[in-house]
């Protein structure tokens, strides 16, 4: 199969986990015989087009022009991307993948240009970030991501939990939802942490529980920030070290000034991959303390290199972290729970051991991303089946709908409310 793949982001070029996920299951796909050409934004470090892996990507190039706001820069990335998009129509694509509301423009017009079927990935929901929409901007960026899930064929999601938020908010029939979980590959997370390079962050006497991501509210990185003076009173030779980048990095910082612990915090800012894994290596505990969580692929990293993880008990994390087997689980935004587990397990260094041999061979067996591009090759198979026997494919004359509120869309978009 020829698939061309939508994503606003792709190494290098990264603002969080979608990357990681198009790029391994792009080359994934790549290793089991299938054509995968992937279109995202590039940057001046970057070449508009080459082969990585086997996957071809092509790149836009930097837009000298400055948009008025995100939603504005995004639908200019749009453009952009059908640019690259047009010049495959001459070498064939099979299927259309999309990955959020981001790339949804450009989707859709390939969809109906190509006449080739649009699947569609929904990694998170704006209203489930939010906990509800409370903005003209969240409410554009919802509707954008309702009329992703009407164009595609299928929609893919990474968990129960987000099967259940985009089939009710979107009003999906259980049939075109289809589950298939992220994943990781051990091997691109080995590295050596040497005493030297553990000395830049902590010293040798110190515990380090460590946490990576996106500093933005919903990764509950404040319920950390809060819940350090209670372990420091019981271990008060801990280092925290926070990486990551985002809007919410100052308000953090200033937590953490404001509550008396930024001695004890190392904010590293943006760490590159190698860095990450060393990091991963070096510490005692990762903890991900999310507020909302489709699924939670840094725990799945964390378990990769053999640390143990304290998560949220929400979202995706919840389904593949079982409390005292594979990790622990502590309630969304309670910082004296996340305290007392955080102490617990850095006092009983077997049973953190225990957990972290537990995380990496469920890892191994269950989220390699062989298997989860073989599932994700399996829905292609079945949607261009369904294609090749539609009338769509036929090239039938269009109908067109007489009374514009007889519309799929006009019902969602003007009569649908938020609770």
């Known amino acids: 199969m020829k698939v061309l793949m939508l994503s606003w982001e792709y190494p290098p070029v990264s603002f969080g986990g979608l990357a990681r996920h198009v790029q391994d299951l792009s080359e994934a796909l790549v290793e089991q015989g299938h054509q995968v050409y992937v279109i995202t934004q590039g940057s001046s470090d970057t070449s ?8 071809r990507v092509l790149r836009t190039a930097p837009v000298q022009v400055n948009a008025n706001n995100f939603v504005d820069y ?5 453009f952009q991307i059908l640019e690259k998009a047009f010049g495959l129509m001459p070498g064939g694509i099979d299927i259309i993948h999309g990955h959020d509301w981001l790339v949804f423009w450009s989707s859709k017009v390939m969809k109906h240009a190509l006449k080739k079927p649009l699947v569609y990935t929904i990694h998170a929901t704006e209203y489930g970030r939010n906990h509800g929409i409370y903005n003209d901007m969240q409410r554009y960026i919802n509707d954008l991501e309702w009329y992703s899930c009407f164009e595609a064929w299928r929609v893919i999601v990474c968990s129960d939990y987000m099967n259940q938020e985009v089939k009710n908010l979107f009003q999906l029939p ?5 589950k298939i979980e992220n994943g990781v590959d051990p091997e691109k997370y080995k590295a050596r942490c040497t005493p030297e390079f553990r000395q830049k962050y902590a010293d040798p ?6 946490y990576v991501g996106r500093m933005v509210r919903e990764k509950g990185v404040q319920v950390l920030i809060r819940s350090i003076p209670e372990i420091l009173k019981e271990r008060p030779e801990t280092k925290f070290i926070i990486a990551g980048k985002g809007p919410n990095l100052e308000h953090l910082k200033s937590l953490a000034a404001h509550i008396g612990v930024s001695d004890r915090i190392y904010f590293t800012g943006f760490v590159s991959d190698e860095v990450r894994n060393k990091l991963y290596q070096a510490a005692d505990i990762a903890v ?12 799945l990293e964390a378990m990769a290199t053999k640390t143990p993880v304290v998560v949220s008990n929400t979202g995706g ?11 622990v689980k502590v309630n969304v935004n309670d910082p004296h729970h996340l305290a007392r587990e955080v102490i617990d397990l850095l006092k009983e260094k077997n049973r953190a051991k225990k957990l972290a041999r537990n995380g990496y061979k469920m890892v191994e067996e269950e989220y390699s991303w062989k298997k989860i591009a073989g599932k994700t090759a399996r829905v292609y198979r079945n949607v261009l089946s369904e294609y090749e026997n539609s009338n769509w494919n036929k090239n039938k004359e269009r109908t067109y709908i007489k009374n514009e509120e ?5 019902r969602y978009l003007f009569k649908r409310k938020f609770s």
């Open 205 to 210: 006497s110190e515990d380090i529980v460590f």
């Open 288 to 299: 991900f303390p999310s507020l909302y969580e489709p699924f939670g692929i840094v725990a």
């Open 48 to 55: 508009e087009k080459e082969e990585i892996n086997g996957v």
């Open 174 to 178: 259980s049939d075109k939802v289809i």
């Open 317 to 327: 994390l919840s389904e593949f972290v079982t409390h005292n087997q594979n990790g």
């Open 406 to 410: 007889d519309s799929p869309v006009y």
């Open 74 to 78: 995004i639908l200019q990335l749009n």
